[in-house]
Nanobody
Framework: EVQLQASGGGLVQAGGSLRLSCAVSGITFDDYAMSWIRQVPGKEREVVSCTSKSDGSTYHADSVKGRFTISSDSNTENEVFLQMNSLKPEDTAVYYC?????????????????????WGQGTQVTVSS
């Protein structure tokens, strides 16, 4: 059974920080690019950050570049993290971790939420002004 268990969300004031974690099981971790995808009700899902295991590259959407950092750990635990600094009220959303097989859709498609096969349950991030 594939499980992506996200945690670490919460309520924080603007300018604050949060660190999201996602524990992954049931898939070969190194075969998958991992991303954090957020959704606000009434808006399209947005891939905010992605990390590739094959070459270690990362992607951050312009809306979070310089503030968010994605990382992963496959040495001890299969986990992916999102360090979020300088949070803004517009970062308020449900954040999902998701996995896409690196042998599947091409990397240029990894910024498209519909390409992701496996999803976690989501964790709420609320940034107050």
């Amino acid at each position: 059974e594939v499980q992506l268990q996200a945690s670490g969300g919460g309520l924080v004031q603007a300018g604050g920080s949060l660190r999201l974690s996602c524990a992954v099981s049931g898939i070969t971790f190194d075969d998958y690019a991992m991303s954090w995808i957020r959704q606000v009700p009434g808006k399209e899902r947005e891939v905010v950050s992605c990390t590739s295991k094959s070459d270690g590259s990362t992607y951050h959407a312009d809306s979070v570049k310089g503030r968010f950092t994605i990382s992963s750990d496959s040495n001890t635990e299969n986990e992916v993290f999102l360090q979020m600094n300088s949070l803004k009220p517009e970062d308020t959303a449900v954040y999902y971790c998701a996995a896409v097989n690196e042998r599947g859709p091409p990397p240029e498609n990894w910024d498209r939420a519909y390409e992701y096969r496996y999803w976690g349950q989501g964790t709420q991030v609320t940034v107050s002004s």
